[in-house]
């Protein structure tokens, strides 16, 4: 399919240009803008994998760019840098590269980096002398906020450049002069380390976004939605093993990205006619536990040869940084650096870095389109592939202990000359010289860990040679030893043999006495020269066995000294634990005393917030867990903190603006309305002076509430959220008590109200602030007007007549963009405002209308069957078309794109006038475009209900209630559990998957009324 393309990024996060294929953090996203309206330092806090460069990257600065900040304006400069091993000189370069400055001048670094160096206003003195136009906002992004840490602890050196960055960041956005805002994206497990740099722990708190976890529904569209953009479809049961595969383990977002990534490859390269993406691509791939590691592993093992398979070890290794607490994090490091680390030139790294950046691989950065440079940084793409790699997990940890075998070394080196230990010997020589022979260090590799890299090894050759030489002399020693005693051997077996041939002269030469008495005077002589000789080979022996001992003496003193070393470093270390579990024990008290003043103030949500943050820094803090546990039952918070609203009259309607979820507006009987502000629980103001009022509809940003006055025929105005007071003008109209009109926005900053006048057959189009009518009267028909829509992007309005006229009308100017006679004049919309499907309730075909074609034209298919309902599956370009043929039902499902029919099935005895057929839903109501595509059918009279995938119109499962028939049904918006309500009045909840019950029917006396969370957690 030449259309198709791999939509997911694997494990790097997405950028700004790929937002279209963002997906599922579409309330975070406004959630952020929420708070930086409020706040010009904001900091995005998550765990590892939680998707935090991707909010603000894919997120965030789209939306910035768009306008959607109003009161800032869509003029945006965006500047995005990561900390780093060089955070002021990285921030200069981030200047220079957004075109804040002449890219093209070599000066603007040098001047940049004295200008961020001068003072704590550096950041806001190099904005205001850049080509920044005026009035344009400056947005600094810092992602991977933690690196600074890391940084700090270098030297003290760059202990001294941290505080500086830290200083300029908070600085720029304490100021007035420039619009300078500063978000930051950072690990939550880094929070107590915020406290080493001053203001900063205070900037994070006031603006912390800490990153919810993801509902199901939101990872079901984060799955599905950039499928749909890549041109795929997804089986049901695929996207149900990979939620239940993610679970409640979040920060596995990453490795999911990464397995949908290959398992979209395998199923482009081998899939059947209109076979979706299925289980078997996913398992071909090794399913998420497997899928990195073997894609990783594949990779290595491409490389052309063993040496480059070692360059490749060590680059991971130099890439890769496992703390003191085993945190895994990463380090960016240039290309010409990476080449001192690893001793070897560019021509054997860069092959490595292709093959590990190669499109559909994406393990280390920069993307394969960047040329690599000297200058370059690389860096790997995610965090988790530590984590999940399992060769690299090995790697990790030797490259942990080669760092600790060389500290200890370059620490001993230290105390040696300072007079505190002496050289290396015996396991500690040998443990050191093995390292060295094995791991084979570059000079750069060492700095990187602790300066002082070439006396650590002149320390190691010093102690080799001391080695050696020690291994020399007791050798020489032992020769000596030997030669002495070959000597007083050989000279005893000489005096022996001597004694024995006296005593044999003697006996033979008995009668001569003079030569006897000759013969034992010199045996005499040289027996005693011989013992003279024994005697002083014995001495020598002795004196080198003295020397011997206090050689050994000198050691055991040498040993006893690097003993005490070793003691008093491993007291500091004991000093700095106690000290850092002394600071997280007052950050762990400190934010339970603030959480318990704040829930004192009745600000629940403020002291929860501070509650979580204690149990962040002490787990098993138990007082914080019970103080949690005692507010969520007290309040019952999970559904919604209570909010008392006292009123003269009784409420009988109200209602909460669907998107900020700030303001709520209730009425009384007597329609008198009031406006309150939920966050704060505080009253507004009173609606329209104490006039009786009808429709309410708040627009997008929640800024209007616009009304339609009773007391005035039905007139619409706006009316602040700021002080519930009229904020736009009246727009008159007549006779149009109680009738519903459409409040749109078909750009920022541009409202339109689009309404039709009683007893008329047109509608009309004004804006909503001055109340200017847009256009003329809009109508093509003399029939009755039979019904008008606005389409869900709020870009047009489709009008329906009578006699089956259809005419579709921009918001902005009222211009035309169709008209034409359907078959009908039933109208149905999808989500994003392409299609406007039409169907009729005599005729046997289906209409629809593709808005986006450069020349809108009204198609037709002629179908077995009269449509009674349809419904669009959202992110794609089909369409569920249902009606029956006598007592049973039909379902056909067309791919509008195509005009041709993908899927069908019928079911026997299941059409009637009360059929009923139902999909997994993000809101209450009925909706003509849904998410799920699982169809859940009710079989009139209440004793059965099917399941069916839409994708294969095929039979998930069948739910057989002919013992205890039912009378209502509802699914959960995640789609995989189903309440109903049976004729005995017992309520049941039951998983769809397999049909089987997940709790005990809960009796009733009456029959309830059921209303199920829109998180599809409570019922």
């Not at 060590?314 to 001793?343: C, Y």
Request: charged residues 25%; glycine residues 6%.
């Amino acid at each position: 399919m030449p259309d198709n393309f791999n939509p997911f990024p694997g494990l790097r996060p997405f950028e700004l240009e790929e937002d279209y294929l963002f997906f599922g953090r579409e309330q975070q996203t406004a959630e952020l803008l929420k708070l930086l309206r409020d706040k010009r330092f904001l900091s995005v806090i998550g765990t590892s994998g939680s998707g935090k460069s991707s909010l603000v990257r894919a997120g965030l600065l789209p939306e910035l760019q768009r306008g959607v900040l109003n009161e800032a304006g869509s003029n945006w400069e965006v500047v995005v840098l990561r900390p780093g091993g060089d955070p002021l000189n990285n921030l200069a370069t981030a200047l220079q590269d957004a075109d804040l400055y002449d890219p093209d001048d070599p000066e603007v670094l040098s001047h940049l980096n004295a200008t961020l160096t001068h003072s704590g206003f550096g950041l806001v003195e190099a904005i205001r002398q850049s080509d920044v136009e005026p009035n344009t906002n400056v947005l600094i992004v810092v992602d991977q906020f933690e690196e600074i840490f890391r940084f700090r602890r270098m030297d003290a050196e760059s202990a001294v450049q941290a505080a500086s960055f830290v200083d300029l960041l908070l600085e720029a956005t304490r100021q007035l002069e420039q619009s300078i805002y500063v978000v930051l994206t950072m690990r939550s497990d880094y929070l107590g380390d915020c406290t080493q740099f001053r203001g900063l722990t205070t900037a994070v708190n006031e603006g912390e976004y800490l990153i919810p976890r993801l509902t199901r529904d939101q990872i079901r569209t984060a799955i599905e939605g950039p499928v749909r953009v890549g041109g795929g479809e997804i089986s049901f049961r695929l996207v149900q093993e990979l939620l239940r595969s993610v679970g409640g383990n979040q920060d596995q977002l990453p490795i999911l990205q990464h397995a949908l990534m290959r398992t979209f490859d395998q199923w482009m390269e081998d899939h059947e006619e209109e076979e979706p993406i299925d289980l078997r691509h996913y398992q071909d791939v090794g399913g998420m536990e497997e899928a990195l590691s073997r894609h990783a592993d594949e990779v290595f093992d491409s490389l052309e040869s063993e040496d480059l398979q070692l360059v490749a070890e060590k680059l991971f290794k130099a890439l890769t940084e496992q703390q003191s607490d085993n945190r895994g994090i990463r380090r960016p490091t240039r290309m010409d650096v990476l080449g001192r680390i690893l001793g070897v030139g560019s021509d054997q790294i860069e092959p490595i870095v292709d093959a590990f950046r190669a499109p559909g691989v994406t393990f280390l950065m920069p993307p394969a389109e960047t040329e690599l440079a000297p200058e370059t940084i690389v860096d790997i793409s995610h965090e988790s592939l530590m984590r999940v790699w399992r060769r690299l997990g090995r790697w990790v940890g030797d490259e942990a202990q080669s760092a600790q075998v060389y500290l200890r070394l370059a620490d001993t080196a230290d105390l040696n000359r300072a007079d505190q230990a002496g050289l290396y010997r015996g396991p500690d020589l040998q443990i050191a010289l093995a390292w060295m022979n094995e791991a084979q260090p570059t000079a750069a590799w060492g700095e990187r860990y602790r300066p002082g890299f070439h006396l650590a090894l002149e320390f190691l050759q010093a102690s080799d040679a001391a080695g050696r030489a020690d291994e020399i002399a007791a050798e020489e020693q032992r020769q000596r030893e030997l030669e002495q005693a070959r000597a007083l051997a050989d000279a005893e077996h000489q005096r022996a043999e001597l004694q024995q041939k006296s005593v044999s002269r003697l006996r033979l030469l008995s009668g001569g006495v003079a030569i006897v008495a000759l013969l034992a005077v010199f045996a005499s002589v040289f027996a005693f020269q011989a013992r003279t000789r024994a005697l002083v080979a014995r001495q020598q022996a002795a004196e080198e066995r003295t020397r011997a001992v206090e050689k050994a003496e000198e050691a055991e003193v040498a040993e006893e000294k690097a003993t005490v070393s070793a003691k008093e470093a491993s007291l500091q270390q004991e000093k700095a634990e106690q000290a850092r579990d002394t600071l997280n024990e007052t950050l762990t008290r400190s934010h339970f005393l603030t959480a318990t003043e704040h829930l004192k103030e009745g600000e629940t949500e403020i002291g929860l917030a501070y509650l979580a943050r204690s149990l962040r820094t002490d787990t098993n803090y138990w007082p914080a867990a019970n103080q949690i546990t005692s507010v969520l039952s007290k309040h019952n918070y999970l559904l919604g903190g209570s909010v008392a609203i006292d009123m003269e009259e009784p409420i009988n309607y109200a209602g909460l603006d669907r998107e900020t979820k700030t303001f709520y507006w209730t009425a009384t009987s007597g329609l008198k309305g009031v406006l309150w502000n939920v966050r704060d629980r505080k009253k507004v103001g009173v609606l329209a002076n104490g006039a009786r009022i009808d429709q309410p509809r708040f627009t997008k940003d929640a800024s209007l509430l616009f009304l339609s006055l009773r007391d005035q025929d039905g007139s619409i105005q706006g009316f602040s959220t700021k002080d519930a007071k009229a904020a736009t003008t009246l727009i008159p109209i007549e006779n149009r008590t109680g009738r519903p009109f459409f409040v749109a926005e078909p750009r920022p900053k541009m409202l339109r109200i689009v309404a039709d006048q009683p007893g008329t057959n047109h509608i009309n189009i004004w804006d909503a602030v001055s109340g200017k009518v847009i256009g003329k009267e809009l109508t093509l028909s003399k029939a009755p007007l039979a019904r008008y829509v606005v389409t869900a992007d709020d870009k047009r309005v489709v009008s329906a007549f009578r006699d089956a006229t259809i005419g579709v009308w921009n918001l902005e100017d009222a211009s035309p963009v169709f008209k034409g006679k359907a078959s009908g004049f039933q109208i149905s919309l999808n989500e994003d405002g392409r299609f406007v499907g039409l169907r009729s309730t005599a005729n046997k075909s289906f209409d629809w209308i593709d808005l986006t074609a450069k020349t809108p034209s009204l198609e037709s298919l002629e179908t077995e069957f009269i449509v009674d309902q349809c419904f669009f599956h959202e992110g794609t370009s089909k369409v569920a078309l249902i009606g029956k043929i006598e007592k049973d039902l039909h379902c056909s499902v067309v791919d509008l794109t195509t005009a041709k029919v993908t899927a069908k099935f019928s079911l026997k005895d299941y059409g009637s006038e009360s059929m009923d057929v139902d999909f997994a839903r993000k809101g209450r109501g009925r909706r003509s475009a849904v998410g799920s595509w699982l169809a859940v059918i009710y079989k009139p009279g209440g004793t059965e209900i099917e399941c069916r995938d839409l994708a294969t119109g095929k039979s998930v499962s069948t739910f057989d209630f002919s013992a205890n028939p039912i009378d209502f049904f509802q699914l959960t918006p995640d789609g995989l559990r189903m309440v109903t309500r049976h004729k005995d009045f017992s309520i049941r909840v039951w998983d769809i998957i397999n049909a089987l019950p997940l709790i005990d029917p809960i009796p009733h006396v009456l029959s309830p009324r059921l209303i199920v969370s829109r998180d599809g957690e409570r019922l």
